[in-house]
């Protein structure tokens, strides 16, 4: 964890998944060729094939560690199931206006629909958004810097209603964190889902695969909508809005108000 960056997450998926193969695979005394299949085929036959894959590429992970720091001579590899591929649902742009244009009364409520409005605008994880604080937001010059997997960071740009919203909610409590508890401590993921599933309810919009992370799938879909390709990644207003915020900073503000339209 100290020496390569991990993330508390990922040391508990490796924890995880080094439990799973002693489970499976029964002995760890000696790690071979036949043992790391039978992992995978008594695993199978218990849990779906999606964690099961999970589990071997992080054990592949330590299997590579061993190899590239000369443990063992051979590069070994937990071999992979195979996975049915479906196309994941998302929330059709109809859901998404029902969602926006909720008002809410409460504190929590509240709290909730500017989590979802940045979400909806910027295609951020949810837990990129519930780690957010107060001076990664760039009001001035319409951006917001994220902290995600292996604690990299990423700015990206949000249009001027999404700052409205954020602004609003921001002077209704003085703590760093963004979104927060009432007394300042960050929340937990469990908690922001239930209330997630309060406002669906209340303006009647079916729940979809993955909840908070359908929202990135929304954002991507109307990325490529808006004229973005997966080999031209500068082609919708927004993401030219991005591109120059790392090459002219100081004439960003009246350029991101024309591509947030």
Same mark, same amino acid.
Request: one cysteine or more.
């Given at each position: 964890?100290?020496?390569?960056?991990?993330?508390?997450?990922?040391?508990?998926?490796?924890?995880?998944?080094?439990?799973?193969?002693?489970?499976?695979?029964?002995?760890?005394?000696?790690?071979?060729?036949?043992?790391?299949?039978?992992?995978?085929?008594?695993?199978?036959?218990?849990?779906?094939?999606?964690?099961?894959?999970?589990?071997?590429?992080?054990?592949?992970?330590?299997?590579?560690?061993?190899?590239?720091?000369?443990?063992?001579?051979?590069?070994?590899?937990?071999?992979?199931?195979?996975?049915?591929?479906?196309?994941?649902?998302?929330?059709?742009?109809?859901?998404?206006?029902?969602?926006?244009?909720?008002?809410?009364?409460?504190?929590?409520?509240?709290?909730?629909?500017?989590?979802?409005?940045?979400?909806?605008?910027?295609?951020?994880?949810?837990?990129?958004?519930?780690?957010?604080?107060?001076?990664?937001?760039?009001?001035?010059?319409?951006?917001?810097?994220? =902290? !995600?997997? #292996?604690?990299?960071? %990423? $700015?990206?740009?949000?249009?001027?209603?999404?700052?409205? *919203? &954020?602004?609003?909610?921001?002077?209704?409590?003085?703590?760093?964190?963004?979104?927060?508890?009432?007394?300042?401590?960050?929340?937990?993921?469990?908690?922001?889902?239930?209330?997630?599933?309060?406002?669906?309810?209340?303006?009647?919009?079916?729940?979809?695969?993955?909840?908070?992370?359908?929202?990135?799938?929304?954002?991507?879909?109307?990325?490529? =909508? !808006?004229? #973005?390709?997966?080999? %031209? $990644?500068?082609?919708?207003?927004?993401?030219?809005?991005? *591109? &120059?915020?790392?090459?002219?900073?100081?004439?960003?503000?009246?350029?991101?108000?024309?591509?947030?339209?």
């Amino acid at each position: 964890q100290f020496l390569c960056g991990a993330s508390l997450a990922t040391v508990r998926i490796y924890s995880k998944s080094w439990a799973a193969y002693k489970r499976y695979a029964g002995c760890t005394c000696e790690i071979t060729g036949d043992r790391l299949k039978s992992f995978t085929l008594h695993a199978s036959q218990e849990i779906k094939p999606g964690s099961v894959n999970a589990y071997a590429r992080s054990v592949n992970s330590f299997l590579t560690w061993l190899f590239e720091n000369g443990h063992v001579g051979t590069h070994m590899r937990v071999p992979l199931t195979s996975v049915e591929k479906r196309i994941l649902q998302t929330y059709a742009p109809e859901d998404a206006r029902k969602i926006i244009k909720y008002k809410p009364q409460s504190r929590v409520r509240k709290r909730i629909m500017a989590l979802l409005y940045l979400l909806i605008n910027t295609g951020a994880l949810v837990s990129e958004a519930l780690s957010l604080t107060r001076k990664n937001i760039d009001f001035d010059n319409l951006l917001v810097t994220l =902290r !995600g997997k #292996g604690n990299k960071q %990423r $700015r990206v740009p949000i249009s001027i209603e999404c700052r409205k *919203r &954020l602004y609003h909610w921001l002077a209704s409590h003085g703590h760093d964190l963004v979104f927060c508890s009432e007394g300042g401590g960050k929340l937990r993921y469990d908690n922001v889902r239930r209330d997630f599933l309060v406002v669906l309810r209340a303006v009647k919009v079916e729940k979809t695969e993955g909840s908070f992370h359908a929202f990135r799938r929304y954002f991507g879909k109307q990325y490529i =909508r !808006g004229g #973005g390709t997966a080999s %031209r $990644r500068w082609a919708c207003p927004r993401a030219q809005a991005f *591109r &120059l915020a790392q090459i002219a900073p100081q004439k960003l503000n009246a350029k991101l108000k024309v591509g947030a339209k």
